[in-house]
């Protein structure tokens, strides 16, 4: 409940009580990041997935203000891209943002696909 306290959607205890109803129901998936240096929980994204229409759409995250924000944010969603490799991953209103710059970083860091013969792949 830490990280989650963190959000302003989740500053009453009301409404992180009713959160955390949504996850144990199973209603709301929760992902935790842990630190490979000191083994502690330092970040968490908060999603729900509809296996239907193969889409997994985030709703929050939250880091431990000790670490890199972004760093771990897009650590966080390139891993749910690789656990749901056949999924769309969007995001709430409130992430648009962090997505959109996530998405830039995977555009910057992906490695170019260089053809030496000069025909299409």
Known sequence: MGLLS????????DDLMAEMKRIKAGKRQLYLWRDEETDNIVGIIGFDQDEEKELVLVRYSSVNPSFDQNEIIYAMLT???QEFPMYTISGSLAMSDILKGWALHEQRTMPHIIHHDGEGL
């Open 79 to 81: 891993a749910l891209t």
């Open 6 to 13: 963190y959000l302003d959607a989740y500053k009453s205890m």
